[in-house]
């Protein structure tokens, strides 16, 4: 109960419903068959939505990740981008018009922004809506081959409206990127709009029940309030209006998806991958500890469990920092509506390192727990590929990582510079107005609160040093953009440096609030793995400026690997707290039941090689 709450309703309902749970296996379909399979449960979820009365976004999420395991459906940009945008951005009057019938799944919409020349440089982008008076149109126009739209996930069968980003012109002036809201489908028919060209980009790394798509506008009409126009208006003679607010909220959306994809996709992936091959590493025994005696549990190895522990200690991370990453973005985007736009800044700097920062480590991790499961975690009964298909997907939608990464440092070198010049950080960054201290305190205790400190140093240190380095570069003779390119990579670990201690800090945050202290001691000793292995990864970054010595790393080696003996007898339990269900894992390996071999067996015998068919049989004869 750490960590479902009141969404366990909602889930035991999804459970309830034959078509969520059973049906042909996702590993033996094709491509198409996954994406009508996708359509059929998307169409009962609907059909759901509707019979239990699920109107909450929270609730409808508890239902999707069963209804749609380790996979995004169409509702993921119809839900996750197309409503919020409409909300955000539309007037008053849009939201009435067109809300409702987007919640009741009448019409069904995506977020259509990327082009086949650009996706990371939004001000590249080339889609142009011109404003014609006389017919109180937007003309709508892909002027060149790179402007196709490309990517937009349910754009290239589902859709029959989308959100399109594009130039907007009046009067041969460029006013830059707006959004508008244009049907592409017939609602009876279903069949594209004449002045559209669209359909399917084809096969990917993963996204399979997706239909990610293209559209070629040929100056296609749509009427003037169909622009979203909370922020800016354009009149019936063309004259165009906005408020004297942040252009930037017209990338509201985007920092919206990065600040849940911390949680639903980074935190759940991570956390699944671990509970297949912690549960695995329970079952499967291989070779000898001792002589004579029976073979021993993968997972009493010491190597196993360096391997997955850790893991395991950054999917609780990830987890809670997802968790908090939401909180903020709900608490900033409140102060927002209010016309407190303060923290926005700092809102897209967190969302934009963490979305970078964790679905970098948990890709990274749920590689590992594939190649920790053996043989059996390469075969796609383990579950594993798909999760990582899915998972890794996050590191480049919503804004690449390493453009990401680079966003974050940017404001971080602002806040720097102005602490520089006297200003008082606060937030996230309050420690950059802190004195750095030289010498690391870290004792054999090790305290949370000193592990927290020394990320804190170290982010602190990278901060100050990218920032001189950056200050140098310019000194030099290098223009500003130049030298920000030079000083590139150290950014990038600048930024990682401070969502790691970010990390780090809310872990400590949630040990010290748990009221319980057997679960206290577990989460502790799990805090503590998270922060002595980033230590030890990167202890390069702690001894640089000689805040750690070699005798303090020796104590976090040790330390680290008794904490493997520690943890060890709850590892399963802290699995299993995750409370997924076998539907959710779609893991042989990772049942609960742990009847692995048998159902590897049967699972074997049903794959569709093994049917007759003529012409395997007639090349093989
Ligand atoms: C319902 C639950 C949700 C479920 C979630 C689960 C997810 C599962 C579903 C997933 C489905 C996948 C869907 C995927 C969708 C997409 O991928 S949509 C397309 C997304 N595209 C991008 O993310 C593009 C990335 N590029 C950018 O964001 C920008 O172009 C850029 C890199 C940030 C640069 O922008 P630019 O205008 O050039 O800005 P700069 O000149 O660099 O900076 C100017 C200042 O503006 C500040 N800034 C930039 N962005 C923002 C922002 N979003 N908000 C606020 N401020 C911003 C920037 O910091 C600069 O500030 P100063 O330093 O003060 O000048
Ligand atoms: C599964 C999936 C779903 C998607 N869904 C949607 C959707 O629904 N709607 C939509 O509009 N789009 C969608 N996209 C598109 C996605 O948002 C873009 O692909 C993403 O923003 C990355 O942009 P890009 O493809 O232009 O990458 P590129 O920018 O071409 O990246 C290539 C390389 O160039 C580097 N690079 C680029 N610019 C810089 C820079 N300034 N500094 C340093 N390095 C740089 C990157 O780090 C990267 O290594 C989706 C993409 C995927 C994979």
């Not at 939201?95 to 019938?101: A, N, S, T």
Request: hydrophobic share 35%; charged share 20%; glycine share 8%.
């Amino acid at each position: 109960m750490l960590f479902k709450g009141g969404g366990l309703p909602h889930e035991s309902l999804a459970l309830q419903e034959k078509l969520f749970g059973a049906g042909p296996d996702y590993n033996f379909m094709t491509r198409i068959e996954r994406f009508k399979n996708s359509l059929v449960r998307v169409q009962h979820f609907i059909r759901c939505c509707a019979r239990y009365n699920l109107h909450d976004h929270a609730d409808k999420k508890w239902f999707e990740g069963v209804a749609f395991p380790n996979e995004v459906s169409v509702l993921g940009p119809h839900s996750g981008m197309f409503i919020p945008t409409l909300k955000e951005q539309g007037s008053e009057e849009q939201i009435q018009k067109w809300v409702p019938q987007a919640e009741k799944h009448q019409i069904m919409g995506t977020y259509i922004q990327t082009e086949l020349g650009h996706g990371t440089f939004v001000r590249g982008l080339e889609t142009t809506a011109t404003y014609d008076p006389k017919t109180e149109e937007f003309i709508l126009n892909s002027p060149t081959l790179t402007s196709i739209k490309w990517w937009p996930g349910g754009l290239g069968r589902t859709c029959n409206f989308g959100i399109v980003m594009a130039l907007l012109y009046i009067d041969g002036k460029n006013y830059g990127m707006h959004p508008f809201v244009v049907q592409l489908r017939s609602l009876k028919t279903h069949e594209p709009l004449p002045g559209l060209t669209m359909g399917d980009i084809g096969p990917k790394f993963g996204f399979d029940t997706v239909d990610n798509g293209y559209l070629q506008f040929n100056h296609f009409g749509i009427p003037r309030e169909n622009m979203l126009m909370k922020y800016c208006q354009v009149l019936k003679n063309g004259t165009y209006t906005k408020q004297t607010r942040n252009p930037k909220f017209s990338y509201g959306a985007m920092i919206f998806v990065r600040s849940m994809v911390v949680y639903e996709v980074a935190g759940q992936g991570l956390a699944k991958a671990c509970t297949i091959a912690i549960r695995y590493s329970a079952i499967r025994r291989q070779s000898e500890l001792k002589k004579s005696r029976p073979e021993p549990q993968i997972l009493d190895y010491q190597t196993q469990q360096y391997k997955l522990f850790p893991l395991l200690a950054l999917a609780y991370a990830v987890w809670f920092t997802g968790v908090r990453m939401k909180e903020i973005y709900f608490m900033v985007n409140n102060e927002i509506k209010q016309g407190h736009t303060e923290r926005l800044p700092e809102l897209h700097a967190i969302s934009s390192g963490l979305k970078a920062f964790t679905t970098s480590m948990a890709s990274w991790g749920i590689e590992r727990c594939r190649l920790a499961c053996g043989g059996h975690g390469y075969s796609a009964a383990s579950g594993l590929p798909k999760i990582y298909v899915n998972a890794t997907g996050g590191c480049t939608y919503e804004g690449e990582n390493t453009v990401m990464l680079l966003q974050c440092a940017r404001f971080l070198m602002n806040i720097y510079g102005g602490v520089k010049n006297g200003r008082r950080p606060s937030g996230s960054v309050n420690y950059l107005g802190e004195r750095i201290s030289s010498r690391c305190t870290l004792t054999s205790e090790f305290t949370l609160k000193s592990l927290a400190d020394a990320f804190k140093h170290r982010a602190a240190r990278m901060i100050k040093e990218a920032s001189e380095r950056l200050n140098r570069l310019q000194a030099s003779g290098n223009d500003p953009e130049d030298s920000w390119n030079l000083n590139s990579v150290v950014l990038t670990k600048a930024a990682e440096a401070h969502c790691h201690y970010y990390m780090v800090l809310v872990f400590e945050s949630v040990v010290e609030s748990v009221e319980d202290n057997c679960v206290k001691d577990i989460l502790r000793q799990l805090c503590q793995l998270l922060a002595l292995c980033g230590i030890q990864e990167n202890s390069g970054d702690f001894i640089q400026d000689g805040f750690l010595n070699n005798d303090q790393l020796e104590l976090v080696k040790q330390k680290q690997l008794s904490l493997l003996s520690e943890i060890r007898p709850n590892a399963v339990l802290l699995v299993d707290a995750f409370e997924f269900h076998d539907v959710q894992l779609g893991s042989i390996l990772g049942r609960f039941d742990g009847n692995v071999y048998e159902n590897l067996f049967k699972w074997a015998k049903k794959t569709p090689l093994n049917k007759p068919e003529d012409l395997i049989h007639r090349l093989l004869r």
